[in-house]
């Protein structure tokens, strides 16, 4: 275990137990961090948490304890099985796909466990808890008992600043239900740990006014937007993304769900051409889903990443028909939800359409965040009904 001294006057927001410990704010560490282990003490010497420790990273550590409890088998136990029991609180009926640990906000910062039927992936999001992995992969059996357990590392790779590589060993797509429809998650190479989960609430308010719609569904990924609105009643869905592995699966999940698969309802282009064309021929939508990726990653990136979403907002508002729907997401956890709400209102000017914010839906109560540590809420939804 590593031994961090803080600087004189940083210890104020580990006292309000907030679990990143940035490298500016360590005076000097004495031991050996091998283990992940890190002691932070405050400039008296006095020991104020406990947590893992990222040699590599700006986030130098990340606190799992402020009470003097290890970090250990025993604690990863009991965070896990705290986690579970809200999840047995919040989760809708039949489904068997959910975020079972979500890092900071079941104080267990670096560790995601997403569930997925019988399989359960869990990513380490820091070089800490890599090395706790043993450990917390024991935790998991016991307290989740997955039938197959896939590990992801990105915790190294993110810390030195590289891309995250999706390690592809081939399709293995596992079934799981959301609400009683049948998806596939691609936990071997997919994106996140397969399926965006964090879209649940969503998708249902989309079921529920879909009926008898024209729906069309912007970086639709494997289209699980289009399938709850099917199930919804939807007349037809069209998904719109650049990645062919994406749309392939998504159709493999209308076919899943007993619903038809026609070519020309799943679009491989690039969504700003793709809508640009669309406005050009002054097409109407009943409901536009526009659920772009992170446009922001890096606080540099924030001023394009606005031009970007006002872009796509503004086309998209376009093609909404009086007295129809627009779903407009963000989620860079860079962007505040009150700056993302300007932006889309600046593109509403910019169309000259009118619209009215009806919901604000971020991530499931399955992404819970922890009030100590706000950064960990990332996604922003907004339903907006244009006037008319
Ligand atoms: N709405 C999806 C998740 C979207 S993730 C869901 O609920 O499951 C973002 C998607 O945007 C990815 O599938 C990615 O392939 C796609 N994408 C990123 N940039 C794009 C672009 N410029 N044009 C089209 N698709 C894009």
Redesign the pocket.
């Known amino acids: 275990m590593i031994r961090l001294a803080l600087k004189p006057g940083r210890e104020g927001s580990v006292l309000r137990r907030h679990p990143w410990v940035f490298s500016g704010a360590i005076a000097s560490a004495k031991g050996d961090g091998s283990d992940g282990r890190a002691e932070v003490v405050d400039a008296a010497g006095r020991p104020i948490a406990l947590g893992a420790y990222s040699p590599q990273s700006q986030i130098v550590a990340r606190l799992w304890s402020f009470d003097g409890r290890s970090p250990d088998l025993h604690l990863f136990r009991e965070r896990f099985e705290a986690a579970g029991r809200l999840r047995k609180d919040v989760l809708p009926a039949e489904t068997t796909g959910f975020r079972a640990v979500n890092s900071e906000g079941d104080l267990c910062p670096g560790v995601l466990v997403d569930v997925f039927g019988e399989v359960v992936v869990m990513e380490l999001l820091t070089e800490g808890t890599e090395s706790w992995r043993e450990d917390l992969e024991v935790a998991t059996r016991e307290i989740f008992s997955p039938q197959k357990l896939v590990v992801r590392e990105s915790g190294v790779e993110r810390d030195r600043g590289s891309r995250v590589s999706a390690k592809s060993a081939g399709f293995e797509p596992v079934l799981f239900f959301e609400n009683g429809l049948r998806f596939f998650a691609d936990v071997s190479s997919g994106?996140k740990t397969g399926f965006?989960l964090d879209?649940r609430e969503n998708r249902s308010r989309l079921r529920s006014l879909a009926r008898g719609k024209m729906v069309l569904d912007l970086?639709?990924?494997?289209g699980?937007?289009s399938v709850a609105a099917l199930a919804g009643g939807a007349r037809r869905a069209v998904d719109?993304?650049?990645?062919e592995s994406?749309l392939a699966l998504s159709r493999e999940h209308r076919r899943a769900n007993g619903f038809p698969v026609d070519d020309t309802d799943f679009v491989r282009?690039?969504?700003?051409e793709d809508l640009r064309r669309r406005a050009a021929a002054h097409e109407s939508w009943d409901v536009v889903v526009c659920?772009?990726?992170a446009f922001a990653k890096k606080r540099g990136d924030l001023r394009r990443a606005a031009r970007g979403y006002q872009d796509v907002n503004r086309i998209a508002m376009s093609l909404v028909r009086p007295g129809g729907w627009l779903l407009t997401c963000s989620c860079s956890g860079l962007l505040p939800a009150n700056l993302f709400q300007k932006i889309v209102f600046s593109a509403s000017i910019e169309a000259g359409a009118a619209f009215t914010i009806v919901a604000r839906q971020g991530a499931g109560a399955d992404h819970p965040v922890s009030i100590d540590c706000p950064e960990g809420e990332y996604l922003k939804g907004l339903w907006l009904r244009r006037a008319g």
Not at 219 to 222: L, R
Not at 269 to 272: I, L
């Open positions: 994106q965006y879209q970086f639709s990924y494997s699980a937007f719109v993304d650049s990645s994406a282009a690039d969504v700003f659920d772009p990726p």
